[in-house]
């Protein structure tokens, strides 16, 4: 794996199309915003993939070049092709990053990748978000002070229906009193998950310069150390063993080990 990060930012692109209030956040949809705030970065090759493309823009030749998958969706899991979600899977196994953001809590690819219902308590009702760094040395929380803060966002509250993460990096805080796990880490065969909560499409979320910072410092995180495709081999011993008829006196009965 050598030179740019090859980065997929994935966008299921409905509200923007149907809803003025976030098509005046993110006219060219949120897809856009996210790609140029990791295009700022050198190190970072970016595109863009939508639901409506043929095959969801995730065709085999976009995933074998994809280092980082990163995948927003609300309104039409549903209609995200199983073949897609399962050639996903794949490349995820095989050590393709995965960013899940936001509503993707309930993708197909996400509850897929965790075997949970992936559920969760919401309420839309512009609150304060404090989302607390809990792991200052994590790679994900690079340049993040103790905490940061968003005015207004949809809370989501636990219980969120997801197996333990292998290391929890934000916990969120909402002015109606809920919390909630909002960056959680895991690995899936040779792949590595980063959920991140923040992201709803009524509200500037991902314009937020400490969510871009989050977005930019997991990319990095998630890049595929290794790419190694699924095998079952029957194998060869390494050292010379005992004949069988050494070991055993009759068919299936071991003689003193
Ligand atoms: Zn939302």
Request: proline letters at 6%; one cysteine or more; glycine letters at 0%.
């Given at each position: 794996m050598s030179g740019k990060i090859q980065v997929t930012v994935w966008n299921e692109f409905r509200h923007e199309k149907k809803n003025d209030a976030v098509k005046a956040?993110?006219?060219?949809g949120m897809h856009e915003v996210i790609r140029g705030a990791l295009a700022a970065h050198k190190d970072l090759a970016v595109r863009t993939a939508t639901l409506d493309e043929p095959e969801h823009g995730l065709t085999e030749d976009v995933l074998n070049q994809t280092d980082v998958l990163t995948w927003w969706g609300h309104v039409a899991h549903g209609e995200v092709k199983d073949e897609v979600v399962a050639r996903v899977q794949k490349r995820v196994l095989e050590g393709m990053g995965l960013i899940v953001l936001h509503s993707g809590h309930f993708s197909k690819i996400f509850k897929r990748m965790m075997g949970t219902n992936c559920s969760l308590k919401w309420r839309e009702a512009g609150e304060k978000e404090r989302l607390w760094n809990i792991e200052p040395g994590h790679p994900i929380t690079e340049g993040l002070g103790e905490y940061?803060?968003?005015p207004n966002t949809e809370m989501y509250g636990e219980r969120f229906d997801i197996p333990t993460p292998d290391k929890l990096i934000f916990v969120s805080w909402f002015e109606g009193g809920e919390v909630f796990r909002s960056g959680c880490?895991?690995?899936r065969g040779h792949g590595?998950?980063?959920?991140f909560r923040p992201g709803h499409e009524t509200y500037p979320i991902f314009h937020d310069?400490?969510?871009q910072k989050v977005l930019a410092n997991a990319v990095r995180w998630a890049k595929p150390r290794v790419r190694i495709a699924d095998q079952c081999p029957n194998t060869k011993p390494l050292e010379k063993l005992a004949p069988v008829k050494e070991k055993f006196g009759k068919v299936g009965v071991l003689q003193n080990g």
């Open positions: 956040i993110y006219p060219n940061f803060e968003l880490c895991w690995e590595r998950i980063f959920y310069a400490n969510v």
